[in-house]
């Protein structure tokens, strides 16, 4: 009997007692076993399951019930067709049945302000955050919701290279800003478990403490590494960096942050009407 041992195994590359005796079903094994789809079956999505996935999605918990989230299901496929076009490396945007965009929604706050005749001064940081957190967890929920479904979902946080673009697309007003697109459909291939840091890294008991943090990760990249080699061919950067004899995660990640990205996006918050104080 596969167990959820086996499943936290898989997630984590490391072996546990955890769930030895609890059989791989229901809610926690479908989360253990999510994976990003980019193929897809060219099948559509009928109206009424995306119905379904969104309202799952929308049953997300909001910031004092702000529910600051707007998601724009972009039905027109010339506009599907067009975002797709200026992210040429993600051909996956374009091929999807489905793609919509989650968004952070300060503007609603304020307009229910208005309404009320009330002012509205809590233009802060901690307001954005808000809204971005209620849209992360809205897209959290839609992408359990559609695998549950026999779904398979991709978020495309690379839209926001061409934010400025991407909101006269969508028409999106002050207050409104993309978090992430969301590519959905039925998926071809079975994907595959994309392994996380060990929970020794990333839990920590009554205070923070990454002490062991180099070890932990050279072990990580290591145990990625033997389960998905990257080919040589994938390694980032090599005219500026080289090719690596030993390459991981860890090399990855810091060569993908080793050249500037998405500067624009602080200024294209604040144009967007957030003071951010
Ligand atoms: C907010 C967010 C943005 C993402 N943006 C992209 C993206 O622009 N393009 C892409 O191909 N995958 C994107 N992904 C997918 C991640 O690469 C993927 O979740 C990660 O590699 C872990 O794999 P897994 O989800 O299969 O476990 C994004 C995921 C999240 C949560």
Aim: glycine share 6%; proline share 7%; net charge neutral.
């Amino acid at each position: 009997m596969k167990t959820i041992a086996d499943l936290i195994r898989d997630r984590f590359g490391l072996p546990t007692e955890a769930g030895r005796s609890l059989p791989a079903e229901g809610t926690v094994a479908e989360i253990l076993s999510h994976r990003i789809h980019r193929r897809y079956k060219p099948d559509a999505v009928s109206d009424e399951t995306l119905e379904i996935v969104l309202a799952a999605a929308l049953s997300a918990p909001a910031k004092s019930d702000l529910q600051q989230v707007a998601v724009v299901v972009v039905r027109d496929k010339t506009n599907q067709a067009t975002i797709a076009g200026w992210i040429p490396d993600m051909p996956w945007i374009g091929q999807c049945p489905v793609f919509l965009v989650f968004c952070g929604d300060h503007r609603r706050m304020r307009r229910v302000a208005e309404l009320r005749a009330k002012p509205y001064v809590n233009d802060t940081l901690d307001m954005f955050m808000n809204a971005a957190v209620d849209a992360a967890l809205v897209m959290q929920n839609f992408v359990t919701a559609a695998e549950a479904m026999g779904l398979g979902c991709c978020p495309i946080s690379v839209v926001r290279d061409h934010v400025e673009k991407l909101s006269d697309l969508l028409a999106l007003p002050a207050g409104v800003f993309p978090v992430a697109g969301m590519c959905l459909g039925y998926p071809a291939q079975a994907g595959w478990i994309s392994m996380r840091l060990p929970p020794a890294l990333t839990v920590h008991t009554d205070r923070y403490d990454d002490s062991k943090m180099p070890a932990l990760v050279e072990d990580y990249d290591r145990r990625r590494e033997a389960r998905h080699a990257t080919p040589r061919e994938s390694q980032r950067l090599p005219d500026r960096w080289g090719y690596a004899e030993r390459y991981g995660w860890s090399e990855d990640k810091a060569r993908q942050y080793s050249v500037p990205q998405r500067h624009s996006f602080g200024p294209y918050i604040r144009r967007q009407g957030f003071g951010l104080a």
